[in-house]
């Protein structure tokens, strides 16, 4: 069957894979909208008195560009050109922590994890929610000042009582979660992109998975990742043409039952 005209109903699901040895290094499979770009720099030829009499093609360039509805973890990296680090049991992440805790008693209180080291910040909250007096950590707890073993934290008597909250701040040893590190000397690479896109039959109404492919792209290390509750987390690929091999091909778009 032959396609001469189709809807391009929806972006369904893009998929991102390392060039060296064809990994998957992510899916977008959330996806908003998405759109498919061409460009041509042309050089123009004039004659007498400034006409254009020509314009002669030099170059091509393409792009797909794709918004998903979630961030996608490997998604960042890869665009970062970012290091992730998982976090276990044997080979923790340190982390920071910022935390409102409650005291148990007038004088005791345990924080959610036990602080590395002995850079704890501890400050009261004020009446507003926010920072209020700051106490010092110490040996032994007195007005002013706290005294930490672990996680368990003990105040002087008067200081505060059972139901308080301060804020505690501080590094510890994460067993779970995740790390990216983006580093200001570490860049994306060049990946495929294939992105699978709902296509309708105009005639018959029949519903095909066409495939885009970029044989050879790279993801743009510019991104703005919105945060709150219109999170969403934006792509473009910009196709490169491979010097190396005779195909000069930008992208395929397989439509194909």
Same mark, same amino acid.
């Given at each position: 069957?032959?396609?001469?005209?189709?809807?391009?109903?929806?972006?369904?699901?893009?998929?991102?894979?390392?060039?060296?040895?064809?990994?998957?290094?992510?899916?977008?499979?959330?996806?908003?909208?998405?759109?498919?770009?061409?460009?041509?720099?042309?050089?123009?030829?004039?004659?007498?008195?400034?006409?254009?009499?020509?314009?002669? %093609?030099?170059?091509?360039? #393409?792009?797909?560009?794709?918004?998903?509805?979630? $961030? &996608?973890?490997?998604?960042?990296? /890869?665009? *970062?050109?970012?290091?992730?680090? %998982?976090?276990?049991?044997? #080979?923790?992440?340190?982390?920071?922590?910022?935390? $409102? &805790?409650?005291?148990?008693?007038? /004088?005791? *209180?345990?924080?959610?994890?036990?602080?590395?080291?002995?850079?704890?910040?501890?400050?009261?909250?004020?009446?507003?929610?926010?920072?209020?007096?700051?106490? /010092?950590? *110490?040996?032994?707890?007195?007005?002013?000042?706290?005294?930490?073993?672990?996680?368990?934290?003990?105040?002087?008597?008067?200081?505060?009582?059972?139901?308080?909250?301060?804020?505690?701040?501080?590094?510890?040893?994460?067993?779970?979660?995740?790390?990216?590190?983006?580093?200001?000397?570490?860049?994306?690479?060049?990946?495929?992109?294939?992105?699978?896109?709902?296509?309708?039959?105009?005639?018959?109404?029949?519903?095909?998975?066409?495939?885009?492919?970029?044989?050879?792209?790279?993801?743009?290390?510019?991104?703005?990742?919105?945060?709150?509750?219109?999170?969403?987390?934006?792509?473009?690929?910009?196709?490169?043409?491979?010097?190396?091999?005779?195909?000069?091909?930008?992208?395929?778009?397989?439509?194909?039952?």
């Amino acid at each position: 069957m032959k396609f001469e005209q189709f809807i391009a109903d929806s972006m369904k699901r893009v998929s991102v894979f390392d060039l060296s040895n064809n990994d998957l290094l992510f899916m977008a499979t959330q996806i908003q909208d998405g759109s498919l770009s061409g460009t041509v720099e042309q050089q123009e030829v004039t004659g007498m008195n400034g006409i254009v009499i020509a314009r002669l %093609d030099r170059s091509k360039g #393409a792009s797909v560009s794709w918004t998903n509805g979630l $961030i &996608v973890t490997n998604g960042i990296a /890869t665009q *970062a050109g970012a290091e992730i680090e %998982d976090a276990t049991e044997e #080979a923790p992440i340190v982390a920071p922590a910022i935390e $409102i &805790v409650e005291l148990k008693t007038d /004088t005791t *209180a345990t924080l959610p994890s036990a602080p590395i080291g002995t850079n704890v910040k501890v400050y009261k909250v004020s009446k507003t929610g926010g920072q209020g007096d700051q106490l /010092t950590l *110490a040996a032994t707890a007195e007005k002013g000042k706290f005294a930490i073993d672990g996680a368990e934290i003990t105040f002087a008597e008067g200081e505060f009582t059972k139901g308080d909250k301060f804020f505690a701040i501080y590094d510890y040893n994460a067993v779970s979660g995740t790390k990216i590190s983006n580093k200001s000397d570490a860049f994306t690479k060049s990946v495929k992109v294939i992105a699978e896109i709902v296509v309708r039959d105009v005639c018959d109404d029949t519903i095909y998975i066409s495939k885009l492919v970029f044989p050879r792209a790279k993801l743009s290390g510019d991104f703005e990742i919105s945060l709150g509750e219109a999170a969403n987390h934006p792509f473009e690929a910009q196709a490169l043409t491979d010097l190396c091999g005779t195909d000069q091909t930008l992208w395929n778009w397989f439509i194909v039952e």
